[in-house]
Structure formats: structure tokens, C-alpha cells
Nanobody, 128 residues
Framework: QVQLVESGGGLVQAGGSLSLSCAASGRTFSTSTMAWFRQAPGKERDIVAAITWNGGRTYYADSVKGRFTISRDTAKNTVYLQMNSLKSEDTAVYYC?????????????????????WGQGTQVTVSS
């Protein structure tokens, strides 16, 4: 029902910034919690940030709090991740995900199994 396509990844120097975009198709986008996850080589896929259907609540992993900002534009069916003050440990493949298991929810799940729609991923590499 929902198709997600990430863009905006690339190579950046430590201390720099990148902005990721996730373009979505499907009616359920406007009623679903959206999230960004990341996975480094040899590591588990972990949540980075999430935002509820109307932007009423957000969640950030401790490792990115104060540096990353998640936002969404329902009219454009797009979710964004603004990444500032990037560090080498931010290097990973970043995935956009949608929680299609509930609608109009103000609850945010932090586990991958709660999200049933995923983008293909975009590589972010931070050089030090």
C-alpha cells in the first residue's frame, strides 16, 4: 500500500550537514507514524528518529538528540531528516519506514518489527 524512496545521502566531512528525504506514495502515509532507522556494517538496524501522523510527537535516539531533526510534510507525502554536526559514527545506511499497523496514533514504537513498510536505504558516509 505504501512505497517509500529515500534520497539525499552522500559523503560529508565530520562536522558537516546532510538532509535526507523520503518520498512516499499511498493513502496510509498521512495517518501513520514515520521513522528513520540506520544500519552500519556488522551492526543491528536501530531507530534514529520518528514522528507521529500529525507531527504531534517526536522521538530521537540519544546518540543523535540535539543534532538531528525529523519533520514531515503531509501535503507533499514526504518525511525529512536534517542531520547537523555529523560524526564518523553516523556512517550507515539510512532507511525510511512507516508504521502501518495503526492509524492516527500518538504512540511511537522504537523496534523494527513495528514498521511494515521500508525504503531501499541511502548511504551516508562521514569522513574524519
Amino acid at each position: 500500500q505504501v512505497q517509500l524512496v529515500e534520497s539525499g545521502g552522500g559523503l560529508v566531512q565530520a562536522g558537516g550537514s546532510l538532509s535526507l528525504s523520503c518520498a512516499a506514495s499511498g493513502r496510509t502515509f498521512s495517518t501513520s507514524t514515520m521513522a528513520w532507522f540506520r544500519q552500519a556494517p556488522g551492526k543491528e538496524r536501530d531507530i534514529v528518529a520518528a514522528i507521529t501522523w500529525n507531527g504531534g510527537r517526536t522521538y530521537y535516539a540519544d546518540s543523535v538528540k540535539g543534532r538531528f531533526t525529523i519533520s514531515r510534510d503531509t501535503a507533499k507525502n514526504t518525511v525529512y531528516l536534517q542531520m547537523n554536526s555529523l560524526k564518523s559514527e553516523d556512517t550507515a545506511v539510512y532507511y525510511c519506514a512507516a508504521d502501518g499497523t495503526s492509524f492516527f496514533s500518538q504512540t511511537i514504537s522504537v523496534v523494527t518489527s513495528q514498521y511494515n513498510y521500508w525504503g531501499q536505504g541511502t548511504q551516508v558516509t562521514v569522513s574524519s
